[in-house]
């Protein structure tokens, strides 16, 4: 959720003064690197080295759960935008959504395109939506390479990629581009649930492993406007969505979530055409991995010098 439309109580202002002290600390320390635009940031080479082990840790735990079952697959930053249609995203995150506009126009447009920029206008209006989109989570390319019937066990993937969401933030815990690992399970109701569950607890585990302080709670997304509303108590209802949260900015304040499990019902499987062995449309749940977050989360918790951190945390890494 964003920060901008609550009222700045002396909680708010005590948080915005914990992520403006991490967020110094990140860019002083060289693992951060600022843009000039919140939530996109260049990565140093410590907090590269440090998100590059936490995807690996996260993938040999992957192999150790299911083998050789998981399909590993990674996608770059863009997919269709047809995706953004089919997932629903579009109607329930626009806020977040973002497409890829391209300049389709011909030598006049550019003549006068240019003439704009040279007297200070923004040239953006001249350049159109393409066919892409932005990916806003790693699981959604993964969907339509699922579509057919499923074997009779249904279908494990552990899927990489960068994502999207346009929510310009102060927190550097909150990106608006970032990389997420996902091990993504569809098949029947109670495999998808039971692959949620599963997983959420697995990954308190690694969290908990890695010295962070880690909780679970319920949770919803961040739906757009008055149908959203009912969208997230259904959410909320129906118990579809859990956060594994680290204590980033000290007890006072709500945990961050650095991984969440989510259960879509039959939702991409509709969409999707994917059909479980009985035929019926397919069940799915994801397990997704913020990369970053889990990094900074490191940093924040074990100190800005990776060689000071514990040992058995490096260990680990
Ligand atoms: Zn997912």
Excluded at 2 to 19: F, G, I, K, Q, W
Excluded at 40 to 50: E, N, Q
Excluded at 84 to 112: C, K, M, N, Q
Aim: some cysteine; aromatic content about 6%; glycine content about 10%.
């Amino acid at each position: 959720m964003t920060m901008t439309a609550v009222p700045r109580s002396a909680d708010l202002n005590a948080l915005l003064d914990e992520h403006a002290r991490l967020r110094a600390e990140l860019l002083d320390a060289g693992h951060l690197i600022d843009t000039g635009v919140e939530g996109v940031y260049g990565h140093g080479a410590d907090f590269s080295a440090v998100c590059r082990a936490v995807d690996a840790l996260v993938g040999r735990v992957i192999h150790e759960v299911h083998g050789g079952a998981a399909t590993v697959l990674a996608f770059p930053p863009v997919m269709p935008r047809e995706i953004l249609d089919r997932t629903d995203y579009i109607a329930s995150f626009p806020h977040l959504s973002a497409t890829v506009a391209t300049y389709e126009g011909g030598d006049a447009e550019h003549r006068l395109m240019l003439a704009g920029r040279d007297a200070g206008h923004d040239w953006g209006g001249h350049l159109r939506s393409s066919d892409l989109a932005l990916v806003p989570s790693a699981c959604h390319p993964v969907y339509p390479t699922l579509s057919g019937a499923l074997p009779r066990d249904g279908a494990w993937v552990d899927v990489s990629g960068h994502c999207f969401r346009h929510e310009p933030s102060s927190d550097p815990m909150r990106m608006q581009s970032f990389r997420m690992r996902e091990i993504v399970r569809v098949g029947t109701d109670r495999a998808a649930i039971a692959h949620r569950d599963s997983w959420v607890a697995r990954a308190a585990g690694i969290l908990g492993d890695l010295g962070l302080r880690v909780s679970q709670a319920p949770a919803v997304d961040p739906f757009f406007g008055r149908s959203g509303r009912m969208l997230a108590a259904n959410q909320s209802a129906d118990g579809l969505k859990t956060e594994v949260l680290v204590n980033v900015y000290g007890e006072r304040f709500p945990g961050v979530a650095v991984a969440s499990g989510n259960y879509h019902r039959d939702h991409f499987g509709m969409q999707f055409d994917i059909t479980s062995a009985d035929g019926s449309p397919a069940h799915s749940a994801c397990l997704g991995f913020g990369i970053e977050r889990i990094a900074l989360a490191l940093f924040a918790a074990h100190g800005m010098d990776r060689a000071s951190w514990p040992g058995a945390v490096n260990a680990r890494l």
